[in-house]
């Protein structure tokens, strides 16, 4: 991405006359960011890599793992723990790859209810279009 010397220069402020509070400021974005509806998983995770690389206390995976999951979207959470497999068991890539398996599962599940809607929307329609077609042709 393009840097406008706008940002570069408050960069170089920040590192130079007050490195402290670019630090605080990278941990306060760090515990409050949160997923985004339709954001990926590995968009925000890469989101939350980049700003653990300014971070003055390193975190270790299983930090990383139990950070991550307490910040992506309630449904995709809940849909997570539906599933076996317990996040203190799985490496970080591993976790991050069951995280893009669920939400995957999740569009999909909500594409099929969406077009089964459709069709029975669809099914109401042509029925009381038939009832009204019959009552007209008892009138007659």
Excluded at 16 to 38: H, M, V, W
Excluded at 67 to 72: P, R, V
Excluded at 73 to 88: C, D, G, N, R
């Amino acid at each position: 991405t393009l840097i406008i010397w706008d940002e570069f220069y408050n960069w170089i402020h920040a590192k130079i006359i007050n490195p402290d509070k670019a630090s605080q400021d990278y941990e306060l974005k760090y515990q409050t960011l949160t997923q985004s509806e339709g954001q990926t998983v590995h968009d925000f995770m890469s989101i939350l890599q980049s700003i653990e690389g300014y971070l003055l206390e390193k975190y270790s995976d299983y930090q990383q793992k139990m950070h991550l999951f307490g910040k992506i979207l309630p449904s995709l959470h809940a849909e997570f723990e539906k599933y076996a497999v317990k996040v203190h068991d799985l490496f970080y890539d591993a976790f991050i790859t069951k995280l893009s398996i669920v939400k995957s599962n999740i569009l999909k599940t909500t594409q099929q209810k969406s077009a089964t809607h459709r069709k029975d929307s669809h099914d109401d329609t042509s029925t009381a279009l038939k009832k009204k077609k019959l009552e007209m042709q008892k009138a007659l």
